[in-house]
């Protein structure tokens, strides 16, 4: 068979139901696709957004996502697997490189785009003949989901990967079997077990931290069911967000950078913090203040040299977090919940405290619409089978203090730090789940970064709802001006941080959505309702106040 043959049948046969690119990018794979397979090509309106859209379907479904691009492409698309690399998840891009003739000759619109793929990937491997397509394909579904997931890259010669694709190839195609994370479960050292349960058992104020390794794993029920043996408050990373209950009696947010509040302040009175998949990196540690770094820690992870990488006074677990727990339930089964009793009702106390001083703006009837009120209305309103994604920045912090998921099918995804993702990664998932109700949270400043894929979820018809919170501007950015301008703001500051007032309903209208503005509080209920039963994508633009900063995460104790 020709590589193209080889490479739309693998692709199928590994479980793949949707790739998006830019042409022209494997033309001959994806006539493939169309003749032999069901496999969705979804043409999008840039590389990056190609990426964020694999991110996007990988992180909904745990099975590895597949983007591709041309030569002239491959820098965008290596940029769109930042986001994929620092969220942990699993993405395979293809993309052409140089012909053999072509290569170090000005050829036109070429350059070794290569070497941009290292720091973004967990492999990145030429193809530079089909006879090795396929152990290089199955290595890189194999790297992207075993172990910690990440991104796997191949370049195939040839500009569109047309040298390998057209080449003819004699192999065994993959058995029907799709891959997805976790692509190999590790199992615990009992030893390291029981030191863990030894430490959690004495622990007087032990905290739980459910990271998105627990998501990954399936381990949601395993960690919770700890965390009621322990008698342990447990909070999330925003990775982990939707591996606990928000309404769980236990749960208490997620803490860090774009935390509660009052999170902070319980793991900072804690004398055990019990990391189940979590990197422990600075956004969920608040630069590891919260917990300073003498902090006796309990790390399970199944990436070994994330084990007592950022805290020194570490008991580490390498496994697979479902495996790991389930051995640490065991070893637990004797535990006594009631006698941290009293520290459970402390960090009740504390977390009381922060919706009481929060109650005048979760409340709020003030129009412009508080965004505070926004983010915990619309954990209130999605349905049971809705998956939120959450774009980074103010996005991200609004629904990191303010959003809580109760159901038990609801799901939550966030940016890994790369604005604009919101938006193509909520398509992504919106076509890999087609049983979800996507929900993208985003503001018109993450909106316009990538505004033309609306016209995507137009053309496929992608059922997903788009809320924006609109405040005319990028008002996260007040902070670091106001230092820069040397205490106020001053002169054409807003030339910075402004943006014209559109009507963004309008703006969607204009490429195929449907659009909804809300202006007032109450309105927010009838539009999510109206959106939801609507079968194709809306965007909800909603006005909010400019004014109104998330307030980023703080190392400060609680008074007693």
Known sequence: MTGAEYLSRALDAYGVSAVFLVPTSLSATLVTMERETEIKRIVTHGEKAAAYMADGYARATGR?????????????LAAGLRDAYLGCSPVIALTGGPYEYSRGRNYYQEIEDFPLFKPVTKSSR????????????????????????????????????????????????????????????????????????????????????????????????????LAERLGAPIATSLNGKDTVPGDHPLAIGVPGLYARASANEIILEADVVFYVGSQTGSQVTLTWQVPPTSTQIVHLDIEPTELGRHYPNTIPVAADARLGLAALLDALSDADPSRTADW??????????????LADRLDSEAEPIRPERLASELG????????????????????????????????????????GWGLPAGIGAQIARPDAQVVVFTGDGGLFYHLAEL?????WKVPLVVVVNDNRSLNQEINPYTVAY?????????????????????VAESLGVTGIRVTRPQDL????????????????????????????????????
């Open 344 to 357: 459970v009702a402390r960090t009740r106390e504390l977390g009381c405290r922060w919706r009481d001083r």
């Open 455 to 459: 016209e995507t979820a137009a053309r």
């Open 380 to 419: 209130r309103l999605v349905p049971d089978n809705a998956i939120i994604v959450a774009d980074t920045g103010h996005a991200g912090m609004w629904t990191g203090g303010y959003l809580d998921l109760a159901k038990p099918g609801q799901g939550f995804l966030r940016a890994a730090g790369s604005l």
């Open 525 to 560: 209920e009838p539009a999510i309702a109206r959106a939801v039963a609507m079968n194709g994508p809306v965007l909800i633009d909603v006005v909010t106040d400019i004014d109104a900063l998330a307030p980023k995460g703080s190392a400060q104790r609680a008074t007693v």
């Open 486 to 506: 040397g205490g106020s703001l001053g002169g054409r500051h807003h030339e910075l941080w402004h943006f014209e007032d559109l009507d963004l309903s309008r």
């Open 64 to 76: 590895p996502g597949v983007c591709m691009a041309q030569n002239i492409g491959g820098a965008n």
């Open 126 to 225: 030429q193809v530079l003949d089909a006879q090795r397509l396929p152990d290089q394909l199955d290595q890189a579904f194999r790297d992207a989901t075993v172990g910690k997931p990440g991104p796997a890259h191949l370049e195939l010669a040839g500009h569109t990967g047309d040298t390998v694709e057209n080449q003819t190839i004699s192999a065994e195609l993959p058995a029907p079997q799709p891959r997805s994370v976790p692509g190999m479960r590790v199992a615990p050292d009992p030893a390291a077990v029981a030191r863990a349960a030894r430490v959690l058992r004495e622990a007087r104020r032990p905290v739980i931290v459910s990271g998105g390794g627990v998501r990954a794993s399936g381990a949601s029920s395993e960690v919770v069911a």
